[in-house]
Nanobody
């Protein structure tokens, strides 16, 4: 069974950087997509970034483009989200998720497509 465990959240100031990690286990992640989503208080969960495990193809939400970078370490079964120039509006619980790809070359941004989810890690950005 797939298990995803996030780490790296915390309290930072606006303009700071933070790196989130997601340790994936229980499966071979070939032909999987890995994503990061977030949910702010009182809001619905939203897409942040995704990466194709096979080819490294990425996609980002417009709100984080140029500030966040998603990457994967296939040897360690780890997915990371480097977050730079953080803003108060980035405050949310961040979730790691995994999806089995029907097209092994694509990147999935739809939340409903994802099969597995971590427990989330809190990121708070103060102004």
């Amino acid at each position: 069974q797939v298990q995803l465990v996030e780490s790296g959240g915390g309290l930072v100031q606006a303009g700071d950087s933070l790196r989130l990690s997601c340790a994936a286990s229980g499966h071979t992640f070939k032909n999987y997509g890995m994503g990061w989503f977030r949910q702010a208080p009182g809001k619905e969960r939203e897409f942040v970034a995704t990466i194709n495990w096979n080819n490294g193809r990425t996609d980002y939400a417009d709100s984080v483009m140029g500030r966040f970078t998603i990457s994967r370490d296939t040897a360690k079964n780890m997915v990371s989200l480097q977050m730079n120039s953080l803003k108060p509006e980035d405050t949310a619980v961040y979730y790691c998720a995994a999806v089995s790809l029907w097209d092994p070359t694509t990147a999935i941004i739809e939340e409903s497509e994802y099969d597995y989810w971590g427990q989330g890690t809190q990121v708070t950005v103060s102004s």
